[in-house]
Nanobody
């Protein structure tokens, strides 16, 4: 059974940093492109970043470009999102998912981790 478990969220001041992690199991992680998605309070989901299966190609939403870095460790079945220079507008629940499961197959996303950026 496919399982994605996010961790690493929390409360951070503007300008601070957090590193999100996503532990994957139940599928061949190394063969799938992966993404991070977020949902702010009262808003729809927003694609944040994408990485191909081997980790050599990465893509970012304009809103996070230059501040966030996506990476993966296929040996450990782990996906990461390093978030620097955080802003209040980055406040959201962050989800990891296989690229193929966005946006429709939310049943296959993780449970999410809350990131709150506030002073």
């Amino acid at each position: 059974e496919l399982q994605l478990v996010e961790s690493g969220g929390g409360l951070v001041q503007p300008g601070g940093s957090l590193r999100l992690s996503c532990a994957a199991s139940g599928f061949t992680f190394s063969t799938y492109g992966m993404i991070w998605v977020r949902q702010a309070p009262g808003k729809g989901t927003e694609w944040v970043s994408r990485i191909n299966n081997e980790g050599g190609n990465t893509y970012y939403a304009d809103s996070v470009k230059g501040r966030f870095t996506i990476s993966r460790d296929n040996a450990k079945n782990m996906l990461y999102l390093q978030m620097n220079s955080l802003k209040p507008e980055d406040t959201a629940v962050y989800y990891c998912a296989r690229f193929m499961d966005y946006p429709k197959n939310s049943n296959y996303w993780g449970q999410g981790t809350q990131v709150t950026v506030s002073s």
